[in-house]
């Protein structure tokens, strides 16, 4: 694939494992679509699915998904401490690869355009897809829940969906369309049980209060470590990248006179964000992804015709 | 490809692009074999192609490519610096991915056998395919060049093939072939033009004098820039790799009050060793390939079997 897009949807089920199966089966069954990964909670019973697909495949993928868990999962019998609107909850698409964000805005209004009308599940636009400043924040969107809008849909305007009508579908709610960047979930662990140190490492490194673009970041005890943790979102890593929150955090860290123990990352994290963190401590000059044997297979695969492209859709 | 070979066969001939063309079509007409790159000196009138290829087919795209030379190529015509013992001067297999050097030397064999057999050039094995010591080293296999092996083979002793009778191809020559460690050729620059200051680091820092294992190392003056460099082969970048590497010289250079200005990589480098880099730098606590978006990507097209493996030979 030479464009890709990411698509999370998350759903309103996670303790039946063959409901979650025939969800990712869903994607699955739209031509290009991949399933990276499923990650099911039983206590909030939720499971998130990340697939990939190109631009042209991927909304027929969210649609098929879509429709499947408004088959299966009634929301009206959902019991889950997290807040839901829909048993299509959320779905964002996200620009990976050859795709700008607002071809994935309009990867989500086509999406939500079709969530209505073939499944007349009324939908709400957040993040780049927001129709209206006030939903682009999702939390903003989701407040009260399944429940508060049930009663309040057709009632205030305010709350009047972006695409269908002020009725939710009688079992699946409705569901909440966006477009956002591609976000790495990165934490550093520092040699410390002062938590309140770490807060203030996080203050110091994030861009709300003054630090990087494009970074967010938390303090949070390790009980199981005995030691603090700096837990960043990176929301646009090609500004600030993995080595770029390392060393900041780091920094003030060593202001405080405390040592960073190691760092992880949390979910997936792009080759680039690697290969960039690599360019710059080893301040190579020449570094290009093409450098990198495998990528050369992979480009002498495309053109000999016989890789993915070639056989995709 | 779950399995690589890469082949990086030596011709004399990088004067004329339509032979190096053709050798390289020569290559990429045994199935699943990938040129991944040609470099032509038109200096030394030498060009070495590099190739990637499942175990299974790597000798049949390596015999085919030396046939064509043998056909294309007439050494006692042949003018240029460098030593050479034939038209397809050295063969090299590298164990690049699921692929042991023992595989490697068996495949060089094999090669070996069916130059003599099938193309009537002897065979000299060097390196990890070497089947006397005296021969390990190429620069002794090859000492003296095409002249002075056409004047020895057939009356020194010690002189004669390891596959085939001792005559020369009329036109060919002889053929060089081995199993060899991938070689990641790696470049620290330093800001001075202290040429005698980047020795005395290369020297510190290379397994021959007490320094890394698996490094070799030598300093150069950069004319161009005014500086000097560290230039280095990483000949097992698993047990040192670039970050050991760079981290080495820099403390060398630190101690005699020099900067690193930057690094390069010449020629491909597998991008586990950029990896291992960012890992090490970013104290990783959990880094895996399962984590890269675009791993999983291709682990789901394996897994639909619709990847490079399903499509292959």
Chains 1, 2 share one sequence.
């Not at 999406?111 to 999702?138: H, K, M, S, T």
């Not at 093409?290 to 695969?301: G, P, T």
């Amino acid at each position: 694939m030479d464009r890709i897009v990411e698509c999370v949807p998350n759903f309103s089920e996670g303790r039946d494992p063959s409901v979650v199966a025939a969800l990712a089966a869903a994607v699955e069954s739209a031509a290009g679509a991949l399933v990276l990964g499923v990650h099911t909670d039983p206590d909030h019973n939720r499971s998130v699915v990340t697939f990939a697909a190109p631009p042209d495949t991927v909304v027929e993928a969210a649609v098929r998904a879509v429709a499947r868990a408004a088959e299966l999962i009634d929301l009206t019998e959902h019991r889950g401490e997290h807040p839901r609107l829909g048993a299509a909850d959320v779905v964002p698409f996200v620009p990976v690869r050859g795709v700008t964000m607002g071809e994935c805005v309009a990867l989500a209004r086509e999406a939500g355009r079709r969530i209505w009308d073939e499944l007349g599940i009324p939908v709400y636009f957040y993040e780049a897809a927001a129709l209206r400043p006030e939903r682009r924040n999702l939390a903003d969107v989701r407040r009260g829940g399944y429940e508060l809008l049930r009663e309040e849909i057709d009632v205030k305007p305010e709350r009047a969906p972006d695409v269908g009508e002020p009725r939710l579908h009688p079992r699946a709610g409705a569901c909440v369309v966006g477009a956002r960047p591609l976000l790495i979930a990165y934490n550093v662990n520092l040699k410390t049980n002062d938590l309140a140190l770490a807060r203030r490492v996080a203050r110091a490194v994030r861009g709300r209060d003054g630090g990087l673009p494009e970074l967010k970041a938390l303090g949070f005890e390790l009980h199981s470590r005995g030691v603090v943790q700096v837990s960043m979102n990176l929301t646009g890593y090609e500004r600030t990248g993995l080595h770029q929150a390392f060393e900041a955090v780091r920094r003030e860290a060593e202001k405080l006179g405390v040592e960073v123990l190691g760092s992880e990352i949390v979910g997936l994290v792009p080759q680039a964000a690697i290969d960039r963190a690599a360019e710059h401590f080893l301040k190579l000059e020449n570094y290009s992804p093409d450098l990198v044997l495998e990528n050369r297979i992979a480009a002498a695969l495309r053109r000999k015709g016989r890789g993915p492209e070639a056989a995709g859709p």
